[in-house]
């Protein structure tokens, strides 16, 4: 399984970002999708998962400003992050569990400058 990830850039506090993720190489449809974030310095941090059954969770930080959203292909996950902040700034990596195992993407970089 492989996750490709894209959309993330170099933007000003208060503006927006639509991160997306593709998910290949599943026989299987995705049970759960979501996107961690890492800063410098910082442990990596759940932003947002969403679970085909029971539905999207959001990390309290990213409650009221981002939202999580499958693709209309089973095997895509979106994230739109709006009101974003400089603090935001981090590789957002997105991820895949299927079974037992978690699958990582490469990361994409969001930088918010003040």
């Known amino acids: 399984v492989q996750l490709q990830a894209s959309g993330g850039g170099l933007l000003q506090a208060g503006g927006s970002l639509r991160l997306s993720c593709v998910v290949s190489?599943?026989?299987?449809?995705?049970?759960?999708l979501g996107w961690y974030r890492q800063a410098p310095g910082y442990d990596r941090e759940m932003v947002a998962t969403?679970?085909?059954?029971?539905?999207?969770f959001y990390n309290d930080f990213a409650e009221g400003r981002f939202t999580i959203s499958r693709g209309n292909a089973d095997n895509t996950v979106h994230l739109q992050t709006d009101s974003l902040k400089p603090e935001d700034t981090a590789v957002y990596f997105c991820?895949?569990?299927?079974?037992?195992?978690?699958?990582w993407g490469q990361g994409t970089q969001v930088t918010v400058s003040s």
């Open positions: 969403h679970d085909r059954t029971l539905g999207a």
């Open positions: 991820y895949a569990v299927l079974g037992s195992s978690y699958y």
């Open positions: 190489g599943s026989d299987f449809p995705i049970p759960i």
